[in-house]
């Protein structure tokens, strides 16, 4: 029996029509919602990237304003950029579009970031809050990862949880929000052994390592929930590329209970808690809350 496909971009829709009308009541209040990105050096796709930000920004009645800074631009530069935003009552949101430029230090950048304003949920203050289950925002695949894993209604008090990847800001943040839930978790990384062997045991399985197809029927519990975070360009046999995750997903749907695809699964979602985490920084700074 196939897995069941969780819509990712459908889920997200309905958080979106919610956030928006939450920054709708915001600016009604006379608080509008109000994000401000930060862009070093200027590409083509960045910019492209930015224009769809802002696009998904306004759907959502939030304000949005790009700041473009020079690539060779100094630390000194950037920080001073990202507090004069700081200071700004106008300004709800900052984010800082990555990577940046090799010379600066993307963490001490993201430092500068007033917490209640880091609507990316990757500042060190943010991270650390996580920990304790009191972050104001999380990172945003992370939390769309999660949320796609409830979404499925499985029942994650007690269960086995196996994420597949130890980044800072995805596979940590997920499987402290799985253990804030009670789940068991085990989180795999380079140096584990024998990972089939753990990722059967996970009734819900999280990968994120940025390696296509890596994840073959052999790993996957019958059942489970797996939630792919992977976005890998792929060239074909006909010299066509294609755009798909970490889980083999034709070899993985028939073993699995439920399964996110890619494109259309995780990726729709980690916009729309971007999009969340900007009017929860919004109404955490308008009086009478």
């Not at 009541?25 to 930015?50: F, K, Q």
């Not at 991270?127 to 945003?140: E, K, S, T, Y």
């Not at 792929?234 to 699995?256: M, N």
Request: charged share 20%; aromatic share 2%.
């Amino acid at each position: 029996m196939s897995a069941q496909i969780i819509d990712g971009a459908a889920i997200a829709a309905e958080v979106r029509q919610e956030v928006a009308q939450q920054a709708r009541a915001l600016a009604d209040r006379g608080r509008p919602v109000r994000l401000s990105a930060i862009l070093i050096g200027s590409t083509p796709a960045a910019e492209m990237y930015a224009k769809r930000q802002g696009d998904a920004c306004r759907e959502a009645n939030i304000g949005y304003d790009l700041l473009t800074l020079p690539a060779d631009s100094t630390a000194a530069q950037v920080t001073a950029a990202i507090e004069k935003l700081n200071a700004d009552p106008a300004v709800t949101g900052i984010m800082l579009h990555m990577p940046v430029p090799q010379h600066l230090d993307a963490t001490a950048l993201q430092s500068a970031i007033a917490p209640i304003k880091d609507v990316e949920g990757v500042s060190p203050a943010n991270l650390g809050w996580l920990m304790h289950g009191r972050a104001l925002n999380a990172p945003c695949t992370a939390m769309a990862a999660f949320e796609l894993a409830k979404s499925t209604g499985a029942n994650l008090r007690g269960a086995e949880a196996v994420v597949v990847g130890a980044s800072e800001i995805v596979g940590t943040p997920v499987a402290l929000m799985l253990s804030e839930q009670r789940a068991t978790v085990t989180i795999c990384r380079s140096a584990t052994r024998d990972l089939a062997e753990h990722c059967r045991r996970a009734e819900v399985l999280v990968v994120a390592v940025g390696k296509p197809r890596w994840i073959g029927a052999d790993h996957i519990r019958d059942g489970a929930v797996v939630i792919d975070v992977g976005i890998n360009r792929i060239t074909l046999p006909d010299g066509k590329s294609r755009t798909v995750g970490d889980v083999d997903f034709e070899a993985v749907k028939d073993r699995a209970g439920f399964i996110t695809p890619v494109p259309g699964g995780v990726g729709p979602m980690t916009v729309a808690m971007l999009l969340r985490n900007t009017v929860r920084s919004a109404q955490a700074q308008s009086p009478g809350r």
